[in-house]
């Protein structure tokens, strides 16, 4: 499983906040889940771009994951399910145990003795564009900003 997991320095929002502690936690959440899904949306943006094989990569396509816990931590990935993910995000050489590996090419039989597999990486680009650049502390800004006039409306 491909997962990257992210902290925040959430002090400023705990002083902005003040006397509304007990709403944090499921604002929290909301702040964290808001980059997430714009990190998923990059990283199937960018697969997209680069001409990803439907019947191959799919998988990787429908199982990105993200999850947002109350402590201002999240976590973004693709499941288990889709193990070869790994294999596509960093590139791989495969080797043969005993032997040749034997790939159907163009209606032939084609043996060797190993494959390197190119890397395509996906996630971890659109993880870097997002938490690195400060893009994340604005889709931040923006959301806590309606979140409090959410909150201090009523």
């Not at 040749?100 to 659109?126: C, R």
């Amino acid at each position: 499983m491909v997962q990257v997991q992210v902290e925040i320095d959430y002090k400023e929002y705990e002083r902005q906040l003040k006397d509304c502690k007990d709403k944090m936690p499921k604002i929290a959440r909301r702040l964290v889940g808001k980059v997430n899904a714009q990190v998923k949306k990059e990283a199937r943006r960018t697969m997209r771009q680069r001409g990803f094989n439907k019947q191959k990569e799919e998988g990787i396509y429908k199982n990105l994951f993200s999850y947002a816990n109350t402590d201002f931590t999240a976590k973004i990935g693709i499941k288990k399910k889709a193990f070869y993910a790994r294999f596509v995000e960093k590139g791989a050489r495969i080797t043969a145990r005993n032997g040749y590996l034997t790939f159907k090419v163009n209606e032939k039989f084609v043996k060797v003795k190993s494959v390197t597999l190119p890397a395509k990486p996906f996630l971890e680009p659109a993880i870097r564009y997002y938490w690195n650049t400060g893009k994340a502390d604005a889709i931040m800004d923006t959301a806590f900003q309606k979140e409090l006039d959410k909150l201090f409306r009523d």
